[in-house]
């Protein structure tokens, strides 16, 4: 690597890009009559539900709050099972957790890295209530396969959309091929409200419910009373959680939401220039795509089989953060984290995804980045010292 320049500023994973027009509509929030509870929040569900194609959109206050209000909406309780992948964010499986349930982990395709559907009907039981598939990477996971399953045993589908945003499935955007579908708004992500997240949905007695969770479970709508003592009258029908948006956050996700295709299209551009760079090198493991899905690429993840490689994993990651490439490790399969240890799942229970966290490394991957960005990383990649 000597002969190559080392950047002087890091090159993160993943980062925001904003521009006048977002800084503007957040400006125009903060002067008016509406810092929170206001008109920005419709606004913001509107867009996101139309561009994916739902009826429903409920924001709140960050994808992980979205993922919870929709485990209570799903109606899961103490006893209930939850099948979910293990290589995830800890959030799609905590959500479970704190309704009570009780997440069951089903291993990954090892080419796709997305929950395995056959995987899922081997832990189907009795007290099966929901499958909460993550498109990993911005990849869509077999969602026909996944609604299959779930019509054949009456199982709701929530889909942890938070990595694939303006993804496509059989040419039908990620939003509507589950019951609910789950999107983040970190700046990571592909747009971002500082923190924020939504539920889309096209079934009203789950957007009902979404909308009581989110505001500590009460409400004013007078079709939905149970008395009326007059005007002030409010009722708490469920216990909720105040997990709101504030108007500041929605009128920069609705900015945000008039570049989404124009990011996505420069995610998947890079990928595409990631491809071209980093093809046949010995051991190097890039990401598979199945047929029928158009990934939003959130992550760009690779694998370095150590028997090509004169480096281990943890030495590559070493090397590359150390020519200032904010390399990242996505993710430690959620089952092997030291709480979930103690909860009993055990080391060994999803071979795919423990294989693949011992090799995978993520690549810098955002709209803001140049050609000559990824080209600087692949130099790098392709000068690692492959035994070959
Ligand atoms: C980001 C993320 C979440 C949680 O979103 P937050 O908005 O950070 O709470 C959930 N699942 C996955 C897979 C994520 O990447």
């Known amino acids: 690597m000597s002969k190559y320049a080392k950047r002087d500023t890091l090159l993160p994973y993943g980062k925001q890009l904003l521009d006048e027009a977002d800084i503007e509509a957040v400006v125009q929030v903060l002067k008016g009559d509406f810092i929170t509870q ?14 994916v194609g739902a009826r429903y959109g409920v924001a709140f206050s960050n994808g992980t709050a979205a993922l919870h209000g929709a485990c209570f909406a799903a109606g899961i309780t103490d ?8 290589l995830t964010f800890l959030a799609s499986s905590n959500c479970v957790l704190y309704q009570g349930g009780t997440p069951v982990f089903a291993d990954i395709d090892p080419l796709t ?8 009907e081997k832990k189907l039981t009795p007290r099966t209530k929901a499958i909460i598939p993550v498109d990993f990477s911005g990849q869509p996971a077999e969602m026909d396969r996944i609604q299959e399953i779930a019509r054949l045993h009456n199982l709701i589908v929530i889909e942890d959309a938070a990595h694939s945003l303006g993804a496509e499935y059989q040419g039908r ?3 509507t091929w589950a019951d609910m579908t789950m999107f983040s708004f970190h700046p990571v992500k592909h747009i971002t409200t500082g923190e924020g997240g ?9 957007y009902r419910k979404l909308l009581l969770f989110r505001s500590h479970g009460m409400t004013r709508e007078p079709q939905e009373l149970t008395r009326n003592d007059g005007p002030w009258y409010y009722e708490m029908q469920e216990l909720g959680y105040n997990y709101r948006m504030t108007d500041i956050q929605a009128a920069l996700g609705v900015s945000q939401m008039d570049k989404l295709d124009g990011f996505v299209a420069r995610r998947r551009e890079l990928a595409g220039i990631y491809n071209r760079g980093l093809a046949e090198i010995e051991g190097l493991i890039l990401p598979e795509q199945h047929v029928d899905a158009n990934s939003s690429w959130h992550l760009y993840v690779v694998r370095f089989l150590p028997e090509h490689f004169q480096y281990s994993r943890k030495e590559i990651f070493e090397q ?12 430690i399969p959620v089952h092997l984290q030291p709480y979930y240890q103690r909860l009993g799942y055990l ?6 995804a423990e294989q693949y966290y011992e090799t995978c490394i993520t690549l810098p991957l955002f709209p803001g980045m140049t050609d000559e960005d990824c080209e600087y990383v692949i130099q790098a990649v392709r000068n690692l010292g492959s035994l070959d």
Not at 41 to 47: D, L, P, T, Y
Not at 347 to 352: A, D, L
Request: with cysteine.
């Open 38 to 51: 206001g008109p920005a929040i419709q606004a913001f569900e509107r867009k996101v539900a139309d561009h």
């Open 79 to 86: 006893g209930d099972e939850v099948v979910t992948t293990p």
């Open 113 to 120: 890295y997305n929950i395995d559907p056959r995987q899922v």
């Open 173 to 175: 955007k990620v939003g």
């Open 198 to 206: 939504m539920i889309v949905t096209d079934d009203e007695a789950f």
């Open 320 to 331: 590359l953060r150390g020519l200032n490439i904010g390399v990242n490790v996505h993710y």
């Open 347 to 352: 080391k060994g229970s999803c071979p795919n």
